[in-house]
């Protein structure tokens, strides 16, 4: 057991050291996307085509994902790794470069790794019973939506053996190249039913100290006895520590030697995600599905099944920002958007909020999911991934992605290019979920991202990590591992990468590993601060002389209790407050946020925030910040900085005026007193509150609106005189299959009293989708995200005769209607060819006409503080 621990310790030390530098550039700072190869049909004219508009739209790099093919064009496709293969391949990397932008890639086709190179030896196991002995069975389990040259079995990801050998297909091939992927891939485990390996038995007898086989009757047990309960977490702990040391290791191991990054998520596996992130360079997550934000206007898709899916959550996404954390890598990405809504009906408003979960719960590194190659010769809507949503020129959306790609750029710049500040460090007490009955095939908890409400939220990690991020606390999750790196310094308690916490905070613990007590008992002796909630675990984690190893960890119970840095409470939200830990008590209003720091160079950091309105509470109010000193409010949307109001509180504090919409986000910066004021427009501190804009009188638009079809699908030239704004869909039967632009256009004057010297605030009200906006003859501004405002600039409006005109982009769900009846032969995809949001063939010729168009009401009210005007979109 020393030896182990001592080994364990110096892999640690190793994670951070180990990883290659990444330096933050523009490209790694701008969106990329995933980028699917159907059968790999590609060729060199139309690859540099397509990169040529992803560079232009504002995309920073391309994950090439070989898949199934087209229909048709079966002449076309190229095996994996063949020289044609990695002749196009190298072709991609090489206009890449030239043009700006970064290609990862996935090592192998769809998902999980294997291939026709995988044989019956190395292929993915299970263990079952013959004649009161447990042995191998092969789970037959191919490699799903696999592309041509990459069909076979799936490896088996717990043998390191069985990883080497199956890599060195990519030796022989991938690695000759001159041009090489910026960083390989590893998707979400999806291996189903594997639970086992050949060498299993002996693995956990040396890593256990004794031999399953003579636990075989509590192993089978399913009704949950003490006994029984033991021995699985055994089993879990070693499954765990096969797939670290198997895959995660051992690709990582091969991929740094080859000069790759590696990109790895870790959901869905039967191992602690926090160590399974932590050994690779950029941890990924996913957000699938849509959340149900109650911003007013959102629109959610009412046919995305919850029950089945599950929706995204930030404790979860946090699992991959902790690792990165910890350990100390710049870079935390997420597959981002999956299955938001149907084929066709994905808009831009949907989208943003879903990024700003992302970036409040770390994610620094967004991958659009997806946009799939497509030949230019191929008539709409071209080839299509099975799954929602595209991000390709194809879609409705891609003559605006450039400012979803701008607000995107702009985010992760300020993110990449910041410091973790968070106070508090979670345990993550994996064991007491092993000790709940696993419902995953093959009786292992396999933690996935779509339903954390089956294993994460129910255990008390969970339930205390949503209260934390509800009451405005900031925090990482560590691992029974990661513990082991960490070290005390006079600013606190240090992480083998470098983060800084002040606590660490221990739910509710049933089993916990002695050596984990152990070391937060050095810990503690030292000076760090830890909190458990409710008492102090009483039982070891595993069946190994479990009597023994428990006195110990009562032992060490005892130890804790005595010293003054622990502390020991029912309440632990009253314990940090009592301790002193920075809370932001503005977050309980609703608002999610992330802390960071920003280096300075020549004085001390600026705390950066990153607060996003993702609910339909808070709108404008005072705010007190953990931080204190100039602040400033930085727009991603719009690029402006301005510096906030400032008074005193009454409790004495400095409070700063925070106007912040529901949908809408920003950057607060505030830097040391000491430090230069930040740039912008000059705001002197005020000891009353702004007139609350949200009170001024609004001006009406009633029109009437006069409304012109313009360019779309089908063609249509018909024009209206619109007393009230509606749906133009409304307007006649072949408007219904209309997608493209309409345009709206009214004229109005300002009331009386009302200056024309002083901003206005325009607001749409519910635009469908996007909406370009005229004021007399000038341009105004795009609103494509909720809330649909634009500012108005001082001595842009006159008196009387003001022009405003506002061309909107719909949806192509509309037109599909249509389309999908008269060419059906569109789908014409290999595999699961082309569903729906409910996984069944897809019909769009049943759907109702989606609403379209400029729906209102408009309104026009002056604005009363800079905060409110820079805070709107453009």
Not at 85 to 99: D, S
Not at 201 to 226: H, K
Not at 371 to 378: D, G, K, L, T
Not at 842 to 868: K, N
Request: hydrophobic letters at 35%; aromatic letters at 10%; one cysteine or more.
């Amino acid at each position: 057991m020393k030896k182990r621990f001592l080994f364990t310790l110096l892999l640690i030390s190793g994670i951070a050291a180990a990883q290659p530098a990444i330096r933050t550039t523009s490209q790694q700072a701008k969106p990329w996307t995933y980028w699917w190869w159907m059968g790999s049909a590609v060729n060199e004219k139309d690859i540099t085509h397509q990169l040529e508009q992803f560079a232009q739209a504002g995309l920073g790099g391309v994950h090439i994902i070989p898949i199934y093919g087209v229909k048709g064009y079966e002449s076309q496709f190229i095996p994996f790794l063949s020289d044609r293969w990695l002749a196009v391949f190298a072709h991609t990397v090489r206009e890449g470069e030239r043009l700006g932008m970064g290609v990862d890639l996935t090592t192998g086709t769809g998902w999980p790794f294997g291939g026709p190179n995988v044989t019956p030896d190395i292929a993915a196991k299970a263990w079952q019973v013959q004649k009161d002995q447990l042995v191998t069975r092969p789970t037959r389990q191919q490699v799903k939506r696999a592309g041509p040259g990459g069909q076979g079995p799936v490896v088996d990801y717990f043998s390191k053996a069985a990883m080497e050998q199956y890599l060195k297909r990519f030796d022989s091939t991938l690695i000759h190249l001159p041009m090489r992927p910026r960083a390989v891939y590893n998707d979400s485990y999806e291996v189903y039913g594997a639970n086992w390996t050949d060498n299993f038995l002996n693995e956990f007898r040396n890593r256990r100290s004794y031999d399953l086989a003579s636990q075989l009757t509590a192993f089978l047990d399913t009704s949950q006895t003490e006994q029984s309960i033991l021995v699985h977490q055994d089993y879990h702990q070693t499954l765990a520590e096969l797939l670290r040391d198997g895959f995660t290791q051992t690709w990582a191991d091969w991929a740094r030697k080859a000069g790759y990054l590696t990109r790895n998520q870790a959901h869905g596996s039967p191992g602690n995600l926090i160590d399974l992130y932590a050994r690779v360079d950029i941890p990924e997550t996913e957000s699938f599905g849509s959340s149900r934000y109650p911003i007013p206007g959102l629109r959610v898709d009412k046919g995305y099944e919850v029950e089945r899916f599950g929706t995204p959550n930030p404790l979860a996404m946090k699992f991959a920002s902790s690792a990165a954390n910890l350990t100390g890598k710049p870079l935390v990405s997420s597959e981002s958007g999956t299955w938001l809504a149907n084929h066709f009906q994905v808009s831009l408003s949907q989208l943003k909020p879903q990024f700003d979960e992302l970036f409040t719960a770390g994610i620094n590194h967004i991958f659009y999911h997806g946009i799939p190659y497509s030949p230019r010769a191929e008539s709409w809507p071209g080839w299509l991934f099975y799954a929602s949503t595209n991000y390709g020129p194809s879609s409705h959306f891609w003559p605006h992605l450039p400012l979803l790609n701008q607000y995107v750029e702009r985010c992760q710049t300020r993110l990449q290019n910041s410091r973790p500040d968070n106070d508090v460090l979670v345990y993550f007490p994996i064991h007491d979920l092993w000790a709940t009955p696993a419902k995953s095939e093959g009786r292992i908890h396999q933690l996935e991202v779509h339903h954390v409400e089956r294993w994460l939220l129910p255990q008390p990690y969970g339930q205390l990590g949503e209260q934390l991020l509800q009451r405005g606390y900031s925090f990482d999750g560590i691992s029974d591992e990661l513990l082991n790196g960490l070290s005390i310094t006079k600013q606190g308690i240090r992480s083998a990468g470098g983060a800084t916490y002040q606590v660490i905070l221990v739910p509710r613990t049933t089993y916990i590993p002695e050596t984990t007590l152990r070391q937060l008992d050095k810990l503690a002796r030292q000076g760090a601060r830890v909190v458990f909630e409710g008492d102090l675990p009483q039982q070891a984690a595993g069946f190994h002389e479990h009597q023994t190893r428990s006195a110990e960890v009562q032992r060490l119970g005892e130890s804790l209790k005595k010293q003054p840095s622990v502390t020991i409470s029912a309440d632990p939200y009253d314990a940090l407050n009592r301790l002193g830990i920075r809370v932001e008590p503005w977050a309980a209003q609703g608002l999610s946020f992330i802390r960071k720091r920003r280096p300075a160079r020549q004085s001390a950091d600026t705390t950066q925030y990153f607060i996003a309105n993702l609910g339909n509470r808070y709108h404008q109010n005072w705010v007190t910040l953990s931080a204190k000193g100039h602040v400033s409010r930085y727009d991603p949307l719009t690029g402006h900085t301005e510096v906030l109001p400032v008074r005193q509180g009454k409790n004495g504090q400095p409070e700063v005026f925070l106007a912040v919409e529901p949908g809408q986000s920003c950057f607060i910066n505030v830097a040391p007193s000491t430090a230069h004021k930040p740039a912008g427009r000059p705001v002197s501190s005020v000891s009353q509150q702004p007139q609350n804009s949200r009170s001024e009188p609004a001006l009406v638009l009633q029109g009437p609106w006069q409304f012109q079809f313009g360019p779309g699908r089908p063609a249509l030239i018909a024009s209206a005189t619109l007393p009230t704004l509606v749906s133009w869909t409304a307007l006649s039967d072949s408007a219904g299959y209309f997608s493209g632009i309409g345009r709206y256009t009214t004229m109005f004057n300002l009331p009386a009293g009302q200056s024309a010297a002083q901003a206005f605030v325009l607001d749409l009200g519910d635009v469908r989708e996007v909406a370009d906006v005229r004021l007399n003859g000038q341009l105004l501004g795009t609103a494509w995200c909720l809330p649909f405002r634009l500012t108005i600039p001082a001595n842009r409006l006159k008196r009387t005769g003001n022009r405003l005109e506002v061309a909107v982009t719909n949806l192509s769900a509309n037109y599909m209607r249509l389309y999908d009846r008269l060419n059906p032969s569109w789908k014409k995809f290999n595999d699961i060819n082309i569903v729906d949001i409910r996984y069944r063939p897809f019909d769009a010729t049943t759907w109702e006409a989606m609403p379209s168009g400029l729906l209102g009401p408009v309104t026009l009210r002056p604005v009363a503080s800079m905060s409110e005007g820079h805070a709107l979109g453009r």
